[in-house]
Nanobody
Framework: QVQLVESGGGLVQAGGSLRISCAAS????????MAWFRQAPGKERDFVGR????????YYADSVKGRFTISRDNAKSTVYLQMNSLKPEDTAVYFC?????????????????WGQGTQVTVSS
């Protein structure tokens, strides 16, 4: 079993930056891909981006491309989401997710392990 714990959420003004983290523990060996999703009140959980655990390659949703960056620290089993030029519409609960097999898609159903989420609020 893999445990994922997000941290670093908070309140930030529009145009500001925030970095959130996701630490993996438990049987984290063998993780193939980690991803970030977000869910605003009353909306579906949306894909934000993903990173390959082995080579660090990344892929982003169009809505965040150029503003958000995903990185990883393998030694710490931690993935980061650096969010710049934040907008009020980025307000959501942000979740990290992991999968131990190849999965190159953006559907939440493709990920087997989930964190509890961290709230990010962007004020206008």
């Amino acid at each position: 079993q893999v445990q994922l714990v997000e941290s670093g959420g908070g309140l930030v003004q529009a145009g500001g930056s925030l970095r959130i983290s996701c630490a993996a523990s438990g049987r984290s060996l063998g993780i193939y891909t980690m991803a970030w999703f977000r869910q605003a009140p009353g909306k579906e959980r949306d894909f934000v981006g993903r990173i390959s655990w082995s080579d660090g390659s990344t892929y982003y949703a169009d809505s965040v491309k150029g503003r958000f960056t995903i990185s990883r620290d393998n030694a710490k089993s931690t993935v980061y989401l650096q969010m710049n030029s934040l907008k009020p519409e980025d307000t959501a609960v942000y979740f990290c997710a992991a999968v131990k097999r190849f999965y190159g898609g953006s559907a939440s159903s493709g990920y087997d392990y989930w964190g509890q989420g961290t709230q990010v609020t962007v004020s206008s």
